[in-house]
């Protein structure tokens, strides 16, 4: 005979599979009617979809209402309640449980009342599989979501013109998001920014369009001159962090050697040369026949290493020298304190006279003072100098450096560049760890450690930024469009200001597309404006200026802006090299200075 | 088997039994006939509404004489005193010579009680004979007199010729367990009817059971178990009777000027258990209140004005009300 429990557990296994069920198909309509108003969305431009997302979007749904249907609370009670309805039962069920609270006599004849009725009873028939009009719903919404995506993406209602640039158009969209992905994927080496996963998404998002023909050409060249200038910015920002950071650690490990060398911040502050002084090193350097423009030459210290010193410019001056010139120097100063001993052991001097010759001996006495001062620092600074770790965070700081102009100046970096920058900074990360090692001082050390996880992070980031800078330069490139650098046609990069440059190659000059590009400018306010450049290219299908021909011109601004003091002092040489790298070395920045 | 399976067979049997006893005199009537036995082992009483000449009287003399219990009948008129019903102290002298007054009964001392045409009677007589009803007892002269057991009245009354009655009020029509209904018969059933009364053979009517017997069936019932489904059944057709509160029915909020009292829900509750046993089963469902229903809230809901208006009976709205319940009652699993 049939016991009431295992009864009553079986039609509640049962319930719970059709509430299952049904919460499957109510998910799945809650779900096409999420696919639907995302199509919606997709046709209004508002958020792009893909089918794969929809489907998931469908799924989950309908996953998730199967959990929850099953998952709904069910007791017993009600178990027995509904089973009494279901199979006629005459509130059989709900008596026999409920029957504890009876006579015992009465109970037992409740049960085996009951259990005689439920023997026998087939609960898949007074359940029987019924999943509502939720499936129905979910087919017709999902009919509607597939024939409205697929209209809206596939083309069809896209005029003839629009179709024939459309595969060309998806080439470029994929280039894109093979471009934007990196950006958007967490490795252990490369942790992106929100920044970067944000540029990313505009990336894809651009793509996505594109791939769908929802962009025209002009709106194409627009959104791409914005995210070419998003990620410009973004470079330079990632790049100036990881200067500080590394001006930073730079000064940390100054400090360090100065205190070895017994060198405290006092004395560097008293290493400061007076207007007098100074007047009197350049008169002496003249004397000696020492070239003030020939300071920057190799073996002299850098002067970015200086500043971050703190050092003032009179004391930078005295540091520049070479040993050969700081003992011309120092022999020109004793040489002249000499002559004047021997002025003032004369006799017949005036008091004026003899007041001039006490005041310049007393002058060269500090001179001679602060040049002998000069001296430790220089040691320290020369031993600074000398340190194996310093001279690579030296190499890679140029680097860096070198790095930025390249992404600045819209170079790509090769996958050997890449490479071998993640190689740098992973054996400058190693060197750092062993010097961090070797310092006695725990706080300090402590100090310098954070200070390197901070730089490094900024270098990874920089990175990261760099390729960035990549996906921007590819978008420049876009053939009358968007082509990407190491695709069809590829090689150019846009500037901010919206002019196109080309970089010639001879795949480029047989495309067929219309040649077309758009400048422009967005006010503070919102306002846009820009101008819309159509022409046939005399050497091939795109607007295009060969690049040594714009060369010498940005060379010259360059030049006269250096000339105008237009440029730090500092970063002068950068300019100078910059150049020489863009012509090969071929030419020279005489008038660096 | 266990004693209260044997007391349920046995139940069973019984009322079966009385069934055909009742069923040797009176043909057809299975509704009313079922009803009465209701009541009889229910320990509540019957009010019958019926034109004349349908065999009430048949009823009640047949189920005494099946049942071997003393039988009474009263025919209320206008002109009727209390006394007339309950009894009344005459003085008496006792062989010495000496005087007293000593308490004579009236006829509701019987075990069964016909009073036909109730609402003839005035208020005050039918307050006596209805409190008798509730009390089972009798008050004369400071005196109290109990009531034979087992003990049951059945009323009637007639729906038409209103003309010089007096309706019995609401709370005393509350003290009836059920009102029945009889019916014309059938063509079939009054051709039984002639042939049987107008032979030369009258009905034999056994005897089936006894006092004893009427004893034990109402504690046999008395042992059947309410789940709470069915008692939230019941509970909810009363208050669905009810024109105003929470779980009204619109009809009764339409219709009714007064609705059911506890009474209606113990009464659609013991006639459920009657139900239950006669059907073999140990606990009420929903089915037997449902049953229960019409004879058990007929005559507690008054209806309104409006009723009257629409030419709504009390059936009418007492069926509505259960199909409100029951529309409210669903699979609380809802698959």
């Known amino acids: 005979m049939a016991n009431i429990q295992e009864v009553i557990s079986k039609a509640g296994r049962r319930i719970r ?164 992905k990196p950006l958007t994927e967490k490795t252990d080496e490369v942790d992106p920014g929100d920044e970067e996963r944000e540029l990313a998404r505009q990336m894809v998002d651009m793509a996505k369009k594109l791939e769908r023909g929802r962009l025209n050409e002009e709106e194409a060249m627009r959104k791409a001159e914005q995210l070419v200038d998003d990620g410009r910015k973004l470079a330079e920002k990632r790049f100036g962090e990881a200067q500080k950071q590394m001006a930073s650690w730079q000064q940390q490990m100054t400090k360090q050697e100065f205190q070895k060398a017994g060198i405290d911040e006092g004395k560097l502050q008293d290493l400061n040369l007076t207007p007098e002084q100074m007047a009197m090193v350049q008169e002496m350097q003249q004397q000696a026949g020492i070239d003030p423009s020939g300071m920057n030459e190799e073996g002299r210290f850098d002067p970015q290493m200086m500043e971050n010193m703190g050092l003032s410019e009179g004391v930078q001056e ?152 990549q996906a921007c330069m590819g978008l420049f490139g876009m053939n009358g469009l968007m082509q990407m650098p190491g695709g069809p046609g590829g090689g150019g990069m846009m500037l901010g200001e919206g002019e196109n440059r080309k970089q010639e190659r001879e795949g480029e000059l047989a495309g067929d597309t219309t040649p077309l590009s758009v400048r422009g400018q967005r006010q503070d306010k919102g306002e846009e404006s820009y101008v819309e450049i159509k022409a046939p290219t005399t050497v091939g299908n795109r607007s295009s200026v060969p690049y040594d021909q714009v060369l010498p011109k940005y060379k010259q601004s360059a030049e006269s802006a250096m000339s105008d003091k237009k440029i730090p002092k500092k970063h002068e040489k950068r300019v100078k090299e910059y150049f020489d790298s863009l012509t090969g070395g071929k030419a020279k920045a005489g008038s660096g200075k | 088997m266990s004693g209260i399976e044997q007391s349920a067979d046995w139940f069973q049997a019984k009322m079966s039994d009385l069934r055909s006893a009742v069923g040797q005199a009176v043909v057809g009537q299975e509704e009313v006939v079922e009803g009465v036995l209701v009541c009889l082992a229910a320990n509540g ?80 007589t039918q307050s006596a004979m209805l409190e008798a009803m509730q009390e089972r007892q009798v008050t004369v002269g400071g005196a109290q007199h109990p009531l034979p057991e087992p003990f049951l009245v059945m009323a009637t009354q007639n729906p038409v010729e209103q003309e010089g009655t007096y309706p019995l009020p609401e709370a005393q029509l509350d003290r009836f367990f059920f009102k029945l209904i009889v019916p014309y018969p059938t063509k079939e059933d009054l051709a039984e009817v002639v042939r049987r009364t107008t032979g030369t053979t009258g009905a034999e009517v056994p005897q089936v059971a006894t006092a004893e017997d009427v004893l034990a069936i109402r504690e046999t019932v008395k042992r059947i178990e309410v789940p709470s489904s069915a008692l939230d059944y019941a509970l909810s057709l009363v208050v669905g009777t009810h024109p105003e509160g929470e779980g009204k029915s619109p009809a009764a909020e339409k219709y009714c000027r007064y609705g059911a009292s506890p009474r209606g829900a113990q009464a659609l509750i013991t006639a459920g258990k009657v139900f239950a046993l006669t059907d073999g089963r140990f606990h009420v469902s929903k089915e037997d209140i449902k049953r229960a229903a019409r004879p058990a809230l007929r005559h507690r809901i008054l209806l309104n004005f409006e009723a009257e208006a629409d030419g709504m009976t009390a059936d009418a709205v007492v069926d509505e009300v259960v199909a409100f319940v029951e529309s409210a009652d669903r699979d609380p699993v809802g698959v």
């Open chain 1, 17 to 180: 599979a059709l509430r299952g069920l049904r919460g499957f198909g109510f998910g799945l309509f809650v779900g096409s009617l999420l696919a639907l108003a995302w199509v919606v969305l997709d046709l209004a431009g508002v958020w792009l979809t893909e089918w794969a997302w929809m489907g998931a979007v469908v799924l989950t749904c309908a996953v998730v209402g199967l959990i929850v249907g099953w998952a709904l609370p069910l007791h017993q009670a009600q178990v027995a309640r509904s089973l009494d309805r279901r199979a006629g039962l005459k509130d059989r069920a709900t008596a026999a449980l409920e029957s504890e609270a009876a006579d015992a006599e009465v109970a037992a004849a409740i049960q085996h009342e009951a259990e005689s009725h439920l023997n026998g009873l087939d609960v898949r028939r007074a359940y029987p599989v019924r999943t509502g009009p939720w499936p129905g719903m979910a087919a017709g919404c999902l009919a509607m979501a597939a024939v409205g995506f697929w209209l809206v993406n596939s083309g069809v209602l896209l005029d003839e013109e629009a179709q024939k640039g459309k595969e060309k158009l998806e080439q470029v969209a994929a280039q894109v998001e093979r471009i934007a």
């Open chain 2, 45 to 124: 009483h019957a009010l019958l509404e019926g034109m004349p000449g349908l065999g009430k009287t048949l009823l009640v003399r047949t189920l005494a004489q099946a049942l071997h219990l003393d039988f009474s009948r009263i025919q209320f008129t206008p002109d009727m005193m209390p006394a007339d019903v309950t009894g009344t102290n005459v003085l008496a002298s006792d062989t010495g010579g000496e005087r007293r007054f000593e308490f004579r009964r009236g006829p509701i001392f019987s075990n069964l009680v016909l009073a036909d045409e109730v609402n003839r009677a005035t208020p005050k």
């Open chain 1, 318 to 469: 005295l540091m520049k020298m070479t040993p050969e010139e700081r003992e011309a120097m120092r022999q020109m100063i004793e040489s002249e304190m000499k002559s004047l001993a021997d002025q003032m052991g004369k006799e017949g001097l005036s008091k004026e006279e003899q007041e001039a010759l006490n005041e310049r001996m007393k002058q060269l006495q500090e001179l001679m003072k602060d040049f002998q001062l000069s001296e430790e620092v220089y040691e320290a600074m020369r031993q600074l100098m000398e340190s194996e770790t310093y001279r690579e965070l030296q190499e890679m700081m140029a680097e860096m450096m070198k790095m930025q102009e390249q992404a600045a100046s819209g170079e790509k970096m090769s996958e050997e560049d890449l490479a071998a920058m993640k190689e740098q900074i992973k054996e400058m990360q190693e060197r750092l760890e062993e010097w961090a090692e070797q310092m006695q001082d725990p706080e300090f050390r402590a100090q310098v450690e954070a200070q390197m996880k901070e730089m490094l992070e900024a270098l990874k980031r920089g990175e990261l930024t760099l390729g960035q800078c």
